[in-house]
């Protein structure tokens, strides 16, 4: 499809497109792509990061793209010639179909085993965007704007738009699905929520988390119990997210440049960050290792009991564990990690997980501030835990031989030894407060 078509397409999603700065002459990339007008960006439940992290200001011209970058090339640095400052970084590990029709902007991210499918139509990622691990992307037309994140598992198909080029931030959650539908600037879907094809999620309101949105009804009402109002601290959240993904983008762009072997399998992270200082190698069985051609994707300050043959052995494939942003990761000796399994934390914690664990397909297991307990800043996964497919476990504290159930959401909880959470049961702060409805 020419590039010429894509900006149809694009403008039937979002609308005539706007003049975009040109890069600076000695970062400029090769030659200028006819740009699609990408969406911007959306914010997230939980409590505000702390201080401002200078997230791009929306609609700020002068540090948009001239163009989007078509994935033509293995990459990972789109567009290739560009420096640090406006290049985009592609992790290796990303599946990439339709390459001639998936494009993508300046300083964004695209995380360890995502799936972009280009086959059945466009994909266009904007400026200052990120694709966490493990995201899914695909079907006939698929407009990713500035200032967006799409959290780790979470699902997009086409046709669909997330934000808007120069927008305010939007947000996807962990394993959530947008389904042919629209989110705005300034809208989010949380985490293992839904929303099915046609579906406005309009600005300042956002998804709760597990619920599914069938009717425009369900995604305009509050009193439906569906939605409820962007607030300044997911606002403030979101510009944290941005800001450490921005920080990837740059930071693995130099990695790439400077030790290409690192941005590929199990390597050290970029460190030299405002939120991770040390540029930290993962180590096994208390060795410090470095293997580009290992089927995982292992980052940063990790421990792990085991050899990494042990446990490449018990790990099924596109398993993502970055200690990349929060760090001081520990695991004792790995029960089971089913394909397409993450683990990240937020700025400043870390997670420990204990001997024996098994963890399902599909399963995010992220740190994050437990401002119920301390130390505050610690996940933990205590031994001979069962986590099902397709579940998320967040900022939570988990006693031994607890099993979490299929779909099920726990957020800021401490879960007492033998604790069964049922199938799609969203747990926060130790309550059931509903389930998942889909």
């Not at 439940?45 to 200078?54: I, L, M």
């Not at 006693?399 to 299929?406: A, D, F, N, P, W």
């Not at 030894?417 to 049961?425: F, I, Q, Y």
Request: with cysteine; hydrophobic share 40%; glycine share 12%.
């Amino acid at each position: 499809m020419s590039t010429a078509r894509l900006v149809v397409l694009g403008a039937l999603v979002l609308g005539p497109t706007t003049a975009a700065a040109q890069h600076p002459p000695e970062k400029a990339p090769p030659k200028k792509v006819t740009q699609v007008e990408a969406h911007g960006a959306v914010s997230h439940p939980t409590p505000a990061a702390k201080g401002d992290h200078g997230a791009p200001a929306a609609g700020d011209a002068s540090s948009s793209c001239a163009s989007l970058s078509p994935l033509h090339s293995e990459g990972p640095v789109f567009p290739e010639t560009a420096g640090p400052g406006f290049a985009s970084f592609v992790d290796p590990s990303v599946r990439i179909e339709g390459r001639e029709r998936v494009m993508i902007g300046c300083r964004s991210f695209v995380a360890p085993f995502a799936a972009l499918d280009g086959s059945l139509g466009p994909i266009a990622i904007g400026d200052d965007t990120n694709i966490q691990d493990n995201v899914m992307v695909s079907g006939k037309l698929v407009v990713i704007g500035d200032h967006v994140s799409i959290a780790h598992g979470a699902t997009i198909v086409g046709p669909a738009s997330i934000g808007a080029r120069g927008g305010k931030p939007a947000f996807v959650g962990f394993n959530s699905i947008v389904d042919g539908a629209m989110v705005e600037p300034d809208a989010m879907v949380t985490h293992l929520a839904k929303v099915s094809p046609g579906i406005i999620i309009r600005g300042g309101r956002k998804v709760l988390p597990g619920k599914w949105i069938r009717t425009q009804q369900e995604a305009d009402d509050p009193a439906l119990g569906k939605v409820a109002p962007v607030t300044d601290a997911d606002r403030a959240f979101m510009a944290g997210v941005l800001h450490v993904n921005g920080s990837f983008a740059a930071g693995y762009t130099d990695l790439f440049h400077t030790a290409p072997a690192q941005v590929r399998g199990v390597g050290r992270d970029p460190g030299h960050s405002d939120f991770n200082h040390d540029a930290d190698q993962p180590k096994f069985a208390g060795n410090a290792t470095s293997r580009p051609d290992s089927k995982l994707r292992i980052v940063g300050g990790v421990e792990m009991a085991d050899s990494l043959a042990v446990v490449e052995a018990k790990a099924g494939r596109n398993v993502a564990i970055r200690a990349d942003e929060g760090e001081h990761f520990h695991f004792g000796i790995v029960g089971r990690l089913q394909d397409r399994v993450t683990f990240h934390a937020l700025e400043h914690t870390d997670i420990t997980i204990g001997d024996r664990d098994a963890f399902g397909y599909h399963v995010v297991v992220h740190g994050g501030p437990d401002d119920g307990s301390d130390p505050h800043e610690l996940t933990r996964i205590d031994d001979d835990v069962v986590v099902k497919d397709w579940a998320v476990v967040f900022r939570s504290k988990v006693g031994k031989g607890v099993v979490i159930g299929t779909r099920a959401y726990v957020d800021g909880s401490h879960l007492a030894p033998g604790t069964v959470v049922p199938d799609r049961a969203i747990m926060i702060k130790d309550k059931i407060v509903g389930y998942v409805e889909w």
